[in-house]
């Protein structure tokens, strides 16, 4: 008797040793087909989906004809140091010009520039890149503050990236040649500011557009020194159908008889209500398009916000926000 339940636990522990087998192959092949379609990289603060193609989509800064900082998605190839590949496509060469040539932006590094190394802190967030000499080679303030800003916008897309520490032949740097204090570890600030910074108690950024050549638009982000006690989504659409300052250079999508009616944030989502003037009824489709995109990028600038409805009279319009303001 004692054999036969000896034999019956050995016969169910092999028939679940199979089971399990089986099952464990079965989920594996599984794995394994969705890894053929898609490669998932994944560090500890982000999880980044690669293109097929072996191709990242990446937000590079790029300046127009005004100085204007603009975001530009690009895709590059993913590829280790993804940090430093990103840079080097935003260096001036006959190459990257001739990419842009179309869009009237031009190049933010200086010819000839060299990434000679970075490294990153993962408990600070605080990138340390390291230049060659070249990189000091800058016409004037405005540039360099410029080639500064467009490089800390660039690397802080990267969620594992807080803050960028500059240095140019592997020593740390007070100032750059004409004068642009870079001495501290440096963070997103103000970028494309427009206003004065002694009147303001908070400011907001909102998105206008400006044009290149051969008629391309592009959405630039502006920084708008407000009154508000503190940066707010109300005040941030508000100046957005306001419309850029006069003498910016800059337009907007949304029509002058388009007014903003008021927003109320609920569970991640902004509802956005705002009213129509005849004219834009008339093409009521096109505006609408143009009208959420603007917004949609003005309310990127607030974590707290997920997703967009506007309310244009009884009909709602439900949209996310959008991930990248420029494409190229």
């Known amino acids: 008797m004692i054999n036969r339940r000896i034999a019956i636990f050995a016969l169910v522990g092999i028939l679940f040793f199979s089971a399990v087998t089986l099952r464990n192959k079965l989920v594996s092949d599984d794995i394994s087909d969705l890894v053929d379609e898609i490669e998932i990289v994944v560090s500890d603060d982000e999880i980044q989906i690669v293109e097929d193609d072996g191709m990242r989509k990446t937000t590079l800064y790029f300046k127009d004809e005004n100085g204007y900082l603009v975001p530009v998605m690009r895709r590059i190839p993913w590829e280790e140091g993804i940090g430093k590949t990103t840079l080097r496509n935003m260096i001036d ?4 010009r001739a ?3 179309n869009t009237g932006l031009l190049p933010l590094i200086p010819s000839g520039t060299e990434i000679l190394g970075m490294t990153i802190d993962p408990d600070t967030g605080v ?16 540039d360099e503050e410029n080639l ?12 594992t990236i807080s803050e960028v520490k500059l240095m140019v032949g592997g020593a740390e740097i007070d100032t750059l040649k004409n004068g642009t204090n870079v001495a501290s570890t440096l963070t997103r600030d103000n970028i494309n500011y427009l206003g004065s910074l002694e009147e303001a108690r908070s400011d907001v950024v909102v998105y206008y557009k400006g044009e290149g050549s051969s008629e391309f638009e592009y959405f630039v982000p502006v920084t708008i020194p407000t009154m508000a006690p503190v940066s707010n989504v109300f005040t941030a659409l508000d100046i957005l159908f306001e419309g850029p300052p006069e003498g910016s250079g800059l337009f907007s999508d949304i029509p002058r008889d388009a007014e ?16 129509l003037g005849a004219e834009s009824m008339l093409t009521i489709e096109s505006t609408l398009d143009d009208v959420i995109k603007n917004i949609g990028l003005t309310l990127s600038e607030f974590e707290e916000i997920e997703s967009i409805e506007v309310l244009v009279g009884e009909d709602a319009i439900n949209t996310s926000i959008p991930v990248f303001a420029n494409e190229y």
């Open 148 to 159: 500064i800003k467009g490089i800390i916008y660039t690397l802080t897309e990267f969620p």
């Open 93 to 96: 060469t006959p190459e990257l």
């Open 127 to 142: 990138c340390k890149v390291d230049f060659s000499e070249e990189f000091l080679n800058n016409e004037s303030r405005d």
């Open 99 to 101: 990419a842009l040539d």
């Open 260 to 275: 903003f009616q008021g927003v109320e944030i609920k569970d991640g989502t902004a509802y956005v209500e705002i009213s």
